[in-house]
């Protein structure tokens, strides 16, 4: 293998089929294949594809303690056990895959780590994790030459957040925000949804290359579709070599981190 491969990525923005974790694994198991299909080695599929994200913008007042038992109720329900059967189904798929507060446990901190996927280092955080700054050094620590980024996140400053997250990892972004039609949530959906709101996402599907933050696929938005683009990992290698944030300007030595426990790549 090339030490530095070309690498067909895809990132994959779909619409979830709502509170329901089986429809949920056969949309993505379908997906998967396609992508596939397309020559992608290396997938990404939206933040809490399965079964679906509670976003702001229709579920805030789900956080309280009266009312929305029905739609924690079906969030339990269709939660996805790790280890267990629906992951099971996906990592035959592709054999691998990708955790927040509220709505989600904690996690550890245990995997900020990167993993060697598709013949590169794939690393990654999961939706505004990516806003964290000693989270993001944590992984870049493993030397990432692909960072995946599922997002429930449209913004213009996503977009942003993504191409400088590119410039500073030297690693390809592939980021994944959500698509969710307010005609996706079937009519016994148990939280009513604001009015006169038509998109609670528009999606974003992007990749980006790392010497420049440039975009070379997407962004994609309003509308359901795959995003592909090929990875040349050399110029994640070109652009270490002008700025490499681990490297001789991270000044270990003076500026305090609190991941003093985490070994670098090479120790």
């Keep these: 293998m090339a030490a530095f491969p070309n690498l067909r990525v895809a990132a994959i923005q779909a619409t979830p089929a709502i509170l329901d974790a089986e429809r949920c694994v056969q949309r993505a198991e379908r997906l998967l294949h396609d992508a596939a299909d397309r020559g992608a080695q290396l997938a990404v599929l939206p933040e809490c594809f399965i079964p679906l994200y509670p976003s702001n913008a229709w579920a805030r007042g789900a956080s309280g303690f009266g009312g929305s038992d029905e739609l924690w109720e079906q969030l339990w329900l269709n939660a996805v056990d790790v280890p ?20 989600h446990g904690i996690g550890a901190g245990d995997d900020l780590a990167v993993i060697d996927a598709a013949g590169a280092r794939v690393g990654g955080l999961i939706c505004w994790e990516n806003r964290m700054p000693l989270a993001r050094y944590a992984v870049y620590r493993g030397g990432p030459q692909i960072w995946v980024a599922p997002t429930a996140d449209d913004s213009d400053g996503w977009l942003a957040s993504m191409r400088h997250i590119a410039i500073e ?13 307010a005609s996706a949530f079937p009519d016994d959906f148990p939280v009513s949804l604001p009015d006169g709101c038509d998109v609670f996402g528009r999606g974003g599907a992007v990749v980006i290359e790392p010497t420049q933050g440039d975009v070379i696929a997407g962004p994609l938005y309003d509308e359901e579709g795959i995003v592909i683009a090929d990875c040349d990992l050399r110029r994640g290698l070109h652009a270490k070599r002008w700025f490499d944030s681990v490297g001789h300007y991270s000044r270990a030595d003076v500026l305090p981190y609190e991941f003093a426990d985490i070994q670098s790549a090479d120790e």
């Design 169 to 181: 990892s030297g690693a390809f972004v592939i980021s994944v925000p959500q698509y969710i039609p």
């Design 84 to 103: 267990g059967p629906l992951l099971d189904r996906l990592i035959a798929v592709c054999r691998e895959r990708e955790h927040e507060r509220l709505f």
